[in-house]
């Protein structure tokens, strides 16, 4: 599995994301995702995925005009991918956000496709796993806080599992993620 950390690789001058996707590696992420290899990209890792195209959509300053840094909760709205194979639909993860440029934004039809196809794979929630605005910390379409592409084995998403791997840090549900992809690596 590659793993696109967060981390504002190549600075947010232009746009996040852009000048990263420009960088020679890039090449060999998309031969290794086009192969059926497992892609994870996290906070600004999904930016770089966007901007690639190996995922639909953009990811735009948040609506607030504010950096966010705070523990967030998010639905699982798909078991059926590689990278939450563990977890159970409908199930809430408790995973912090750290980001200025958060907010998930597609048109009307790629918004259409995704969830038509069940490739909406994190919303924001309530503890109770209700999906309500004041939930969203970014104000993204539909509390969209994370996607697949159409062959499932690329996942972008905003919140950072690997910060919440440990009961030390705050929280172990970022685990399941990792797990599911070990799972499905085996």
């Known amino acids: 599995c590659i793993i696109l950390p967060g981390g504002f690789s190549y600075g947010d001058y232009l746009r996040t994301g852009a000048i990263a996707r420009f960088s020679p590696v890039m ?3 998309q031969a290794f995702a086009q192969a059926g290899g497992l892609v994870i990209g996290i906070c600004n ?10 995922l639909p959509g953009v990811l735009m300053r948040n609506s607030h005009l504010q950096f966010r840094c705070q523990w967030t909760n998010l639905r699982v709205e798909t078991t059926q991918t590689p990278f939450t194979s563990l977890c159970q ?3 809430v993860l408790r995973v912090p956000i750290s980001h200025g440029e958060g907010s998930y934004y597609a ?6 496709a995704l969830n038509r196809n069940g490739q909406v794979v ?9 999906v309500t605005s004041e939930a969203n910390p970014n104000g993204a379409l539909e509390n969209i806080a ?24 705050g929280g172990a549900d970022g685990k399941l993620i990792f797990q599911s992809i070990i799972a499905a690596v085996r």
């Not at 890792?45 to 190996?54: D, I, T």
């Not at 048109?107 to 259409?112: F, I, N, R, S, V």
């Not at 994190?122 to 209700?130: C, D, I, L, M, Q």
């Open 27 to 29: 090449a060999s992420v």
């Open 45 to 54: 890792g999904f930016q770089v995925l966007c901007e690639a195209g190996l």
């Open 89 to 91: 639909k409908g199930q």
């Open 122 to 130: 994190f919303r924001y929630a309530t503890p109770s796993g209700e």
């Open 107 to 112: 048109d009307p039809a790629t918004l259409q």
């Open 146 to 169: 994370g996607i697949v592409n159409a062959g499932r084995n690329v996942l972008g998403m905003m919140p950072h599992p690997e910060r919440c791997c440990e009961t030390l840090l």
